[in-house]
């Protein structure tokens, strides 16, 4: 009697990260095919928050559009809108006075540092647990979220869906009151900003979980269509408001933070840089706001709907995830024909289908955590 | 109340005694006060309304004060707060977490959209109400609602525990018999319009050499794909980028009666997901493309929405129980 | 009969009943203390001020909760994991000093004797884990078993290295020995064993920084996703009560037990054992997680060896000390 082995291979094991799962920030549904810890091949999922907003826009006027477009991003509604009225604008050929461009810089600056403060929070949530360390970080920075959200509810009335952009201006004036809160906002936002950043990027825990995670090469970075601060990360050095400044963003003096090794620590880092970056132009924006007027569309009683030209155009703005571009074919009535919204978070989460094979349960949270994708924006 | 109303009953004859009336009622009482200290919601946020109830739970407004953990596993969880707009794809997946949960369990409705649907609640792919999926116990209405209207509405959630209410509400006004389709409507004819694009058009094969000579003169970065539906064809439209030069190039494809056109995702690694969402919204085929399946939609889906003659309303009603399935649940529950 | 029934089951009785009054509040003092440290209040409006019928109402609201098994599982091994992580947790306390002057089972070898009895409870999560036929609770097991099996080395050397220089086992001996100066202000070694101590006691308590197993932000929640009502409120506690156990070990060890500079009593190894919670508390609180493969390399390379040094120097100084 000889005794055989008989020694069976399983395959792999499949684990479904499914649309609701804390850490996957929003409604994201990752199939994993395991060995061991190991992760050999993924299926990923999309579409969970789909509200069909390009057939939404073709009932629609122009005017009503900004509010229904906020909700797309929602991390940061302001940079949504603006994108939309600069196309419009720039169809029609609209000039927008300096001082509600200065507004309308500010609103978006403010709303670009409240932004990056959740994906760090989050993030920390994801590589602590909501029941350890992590949540400490994330409740530090949704903390002082709490006080640029307060000079939004001064300046605006609510807290994150304004509605201050209008095709031709904005909505409301920045009172005197509110720009003594946001100088007292900078002061003491900055040394918090700083003293996050070296908390963070000293760490030692956190440097042995997101060094050599996820690392985007170059040419992986200029194919995809990827933007904003994860193509940075590889030492790609564009940035929508340098490149083709928009808005008054060329009267500014500011820096492009870049990374070296396209890990998922440089891509942290560059993110905190860049709310030093931004406080830098607020507080240029407050020393010097110009007087005038902040609408440039007559009658103000009863404005007529907005009625471009025949024709298409395509514009495009920084948000905090990326390009975030607006491609609007109009047939010269109140009502677009169609609008297009390119989305950074859509072609940034393609990427996932390359990072992940090869890495361990752990290190996917982490590399999904540093993509900072947000479902709004993707799905639309 | 699960177990502790099923042994209540069994002590049935315990009641009849005098006095005891006074016992049974302080228990229950006493239980609906630990019910209602310690509620542990279920981590569940689906769009903006879940960023404001993080900030609900963070130190300004802290929720822990009133006993509230997040639990991230259904079976101990109590209580849902469905933030954010539901749609059809979502639907099912509330539908089963919900059963998944155990127990006593309540579901507040936060914010317009997951109450009505908001201004989305025409669209092809939205459940207009969370009510039509699971029952509801509270509504807590804004678009967002601040942090001092969420804890409004777990306050009100907790004078409603307090009273003893522990089955859901069913909102029984219109629940169909079966399961139902409903029938396509007719709509007024969508006049569509002449070409309206005025930037470079090339023809259909010609594109794989095109793109691969733009490729080569560095205009590596493709930020998107679409289409646009005139009245006798369909226009593709690409757009290009090169960064060193900061350039863009827009071309544009007629597609006469065949929808069909090369794929560029082994030019462009980013083209992939691009020319899904094509295929999705309007139904032209890429060949060549390695995966090519719904990704916005469900993949049972009819249709393409984005075409002009697709109606707004929706396809097909998102899953809904049937009576006999609600009153199985108030059973039991 | 019944007398030697009641003498045996008196002593037991009462330990368990104030062990599971002190460990309910350590919960509820783990919500204040991250309340504090994350700028918040904690429970406050539940028995007002400072929510101190939290615990109370968290154990009353698991009781009536459905008890749900699921379909595919074994109920009785589903059912055996939680009991048998509590008997077991609550059986290592008969060996400490805690609440009569003597421990109910005093023998020789009684340090080694908590740490068996203490290791015991891998089988009871594992068979929670594997019966609750969920994949995520499966990942979750084998990462822990791995981790707790590892990280059972450091441990015992860590406590073997005091023992070598006092000479003997037993905590009658040990605490005997503290009288005038207590382990961690031994000049070298003290240390030494003491922060390898913590860094074993924090990955056989499944804490932050080594809490891998319930790895939320992955595993949704480990081992217990299944369970609900009384059998998580099982697991909850023993959890605690194991981890309580540690710290009591810590403290009749490292910090002289009822030792005390101004006065001595029993009261002292139970405040000495929370000041250590709370140190484990603060960490809990500030650090982030590693990741399995990195926590079994610094184990295997960096631990053991510096621990079996350490031992090597405890023998010598020992030796030396006998010689002269």
């Keep these: 009697m000889e005794d055989r082995i008989i020694e069976r291979d399983f395959g792999d094991l499949a684990v479904n990260m499914g649309p609701q799962h804390p850490s996957t920030h929003g409604v994201f549904r990752l199939k994993l095919y395991l060995q061991g810890e190991r992760i050999n091949k993924i299926e990923s999922f999309l579409g969970y928050l789909h509200r069909g907003v390009e057939k939404l826009s073709e009932k629609l006027t122009y005017d009503q559009l900004p509010p229904v477009l906020e909700r797309d991003d929602y991390l940061s509604p302001t940079s949504n809108s603006l994108g939309f009225i600069n196309a419009v604008e720039k169809i029609c050929e609209i000039e927008v006075s300096r001082k509600s461009s200065y507004i309308r810089v500010l609103v978006a600056e403010l709303q670009r540092i409240s932004s990056h403060l959740v994906a760090l929070g989050t993030y920390g949530l994801d590589l602590g647990g909501a029941l350890g360390g992590g949540a400490s970080l994330f409740l530090y920075c949704f903390r002082e979220r709490e006080k640029i959200l307060d000079v939004m509810e001064d300046l605006t009335g609510t807290r994150f869906h304004t509605n201050m952009n209008q095709i031709g201006g904005v909505r409301y004036d920045v009172k005197t009151e509110s720009i003594n809160k946001i100088k007292k906002l900078i002061k003491e936002l900055k040394p918090v900003l700083e003293d996050y950043a070296n908390m963070v990027s000293k760490d030692e825990i956190f440097m042995k979980r997101t060094k050599n995670i996820g690392i985007i090469s170059k040419k992986l970075a200029e194919e995809s269509g990827g933007s904003g601060p994860i193509v940075r990360g590889s030492g790609i050095n564009f940035d929508v408001r340098k490149n083709k400044p928009y808005e008054c963003y060329s009267e500014f003096d500011f820096n492009i933070p870049l990374g070296i090794n396209g890990d998922a620590y440089d891509r942290t880092i560059i993110r905190m840089q860049e709310n030093i970056e931004s406080l830098k132009i607020v507080e240029q924006i407050i020393q010097g706001i110009p007087s005038g007027d902040i609408h440039s569309r007559k009658p103000l009683k009863s404005p007529k709907l907005t009625r471009p030209p025949k024709g298409s155009s395509y514009f495009s703005i920084e948000s905090p995830r990326g390009e975030l571009g607006f491609f609007i074919v109009s047939d010269g009535t109140a009502i677009p024909y169609r609008m297009k919204i390119r989305a950074p978070s859509f072609s940034n989460l393609s990427l996932v289908e390359k990072l992940l094979p090869g890495t361990f349960i752990a290190d996917s949270v982490a590399i999904l955590g540093s993509l900072d994708p947000v479902f709004g924006d993707v799905d639309r | 109340m699960g177990n502790v109303n099923k042994s209540l009953k069994d002590i049935g004859s315990f009641m009849k005694l005098p006095g005891a009336n006074l016992f049974i009622s302080s228990t229950k009482d006493l239980f609906n006060w630990a019910q209602k200290s310690s509620l542990w919601p279920l981590s569940f946020g689906l769009a903006c309304c879940a960023i404001e109830m993080m900030a609900t739970f963070s130190s300004r407004y802290d929720l822990d004060r009133l006993g509230m953990i997040t639990r991230a596993s259904p079976r101990q969880a109590d209580l849902m707060i469905v933030a954010g707009t539901v749609t059809v794809k979502m639907a099912e997946r509330i539908k089963t977490l919900y059963d998944q949960m155990a127990g006593p369990k309540w579901v507040i409705a936060a914010g317009s959209c997951a109450i009505s649907g908001d201004h989305y609640r025409h669209i092809y792919s939205v459940v207009p109400g969370v009510d039509w999926v699971i029952p509801v116990d509270v509504y807590v209405p804004g678009c967002p609602p601040t942090p001092e209207a969420f804890i409004d509405g777990i306050l009100e959630l907790q004078k409603i525990i307090g009273k003893g209410k522990t089955s859901p509400t069913y909102n029984t006004s219109s629940i169909p018999e079966e399961k139902t389709l409903s029938p396509l409507e007719v709509a007024k004819p969508v006049k569509k319009s002449k070409n309206l694009i005025e930037s470079k058009f090339i023809d259909k094969n010609e594109i794989l050499n095109f793109s691969k000579e733009l490729k080569n003169n560095g205009f590596t970065y493709l930020k998107f794909i679409t289409a646009t539906d005139f009245d006798s064809n369909i226009v593709l439209t690409y757009l290009l980028g090169n960064n060193t030069r900061n350039k863009d190039v827009e071309f544009n494809i007629q597609l006469g009666e065949d929808l069909t056109i090369d794929s560029l995702s082994d030019i462009y690694s980013g083209a992939d997901w691009q020319e899904r969402e094509v295929f999705d919204l309007f139904g032209i085929r890429f060949i060549g493309h390695p995966n090519l399946k719904r990704i916005m939609m469900p993949d049972e889906w009819i249709g393409h929405p984005l075409r002009k003659d697709y109606v707004m309303d929706a396809h097909f009603y998102p899953y809904r129980p049937t009576r006999k399935e609600y009153e199985k649940w108030k059973t039991e529950l | ?324």
Excluded at chain 3, 42 to 50: A, D, E, F, I, R
Excluded at chain 3, 279 to 296: A, H, K
């Design chain 3, 1 to 324: 009969m019944l007398d030697s029934f009641i003498i045996f089951a008196t002593p037991i009785f009462k330990t368990i009943s104030i062990l599971i009054l002190i460990v309910a509040y350590l919960v509820w003092l783990e919500r204040k203390v991250a309340a504090k440290m994350q700028s918040r209040v904690g429970p406050y409006n539940v028995g007002y001020p400072h929510g101190w019928l939290q615990p109370l109402a968290d154990a009353l609201k698991l009781m009536t909760k459905d008890d749900a098994i699921p379909k595919n599982s074994d109920s009785l091994l589903f059912n055996f994991g939680p009991i048998w992580i509590m008997v077991v947790s609550l059986a290592s306390f008969a060996l400490l000093p805690f609440y009569f002057e003597n421990p109910m089972l005093n023998v020789d070898l009684s340090l080694m004797l908590f740490i068996a009895i203490s290791s015991l409870i891998i089988i009871g999560i594992f068979v929670a884990g594997w019966s609750s036929n969920n994949k995520y609770a499966l990942i979750s097991v084998l990462r822990m078993t791995a981790q707790i099996i590892s990280y059972e080395i450091p441990l015992i050397i860590s406590l073997l290295i005091p023992c070598i220089l006092i000479g003997s086992l037993s905590f009658g001996e040990i605490i005997r020995f503290q009288e005038d100066v207590w382990i961690i202000f031994y000049p070298v070694l003290g240390q030494i064993s003491f922060i390898i101590f913590m860094i074993s006691a924090l990955a056989e308590g499944n804490r932050i920084p080594f809490d891998l197993s319930e790895a939320e932000s992955e595993l949704i929640s480990g081992y217990t996703t299944e369970y609900s009502g009384i059998n998580f409120a099982l697991f909850y506690l023993a959890e605690y009560v194991h981890l309580f156990g540690i710290c009591i070990l810590g403290s009749i060890i490292f910090f002289g037990g009822p030792n005390g500079p101004i006065f001595s009593g029993n009261i002292l190894i139970v405040i000495k054992a929370l000041l250590f919670f709370t140190l484990i508390l603060f960490i809990r609180w500030s650090f982030f997680r590693i990741r399995i493969d990195q926590l079994l390399k610094f184990n295997w390379i960096k631990l053991i060896p510096l621990s079996f040094t350490g031992l090597l120097l405890a023998c010598l100084v020992k030796y030396y000390m006998d010689f002269n």
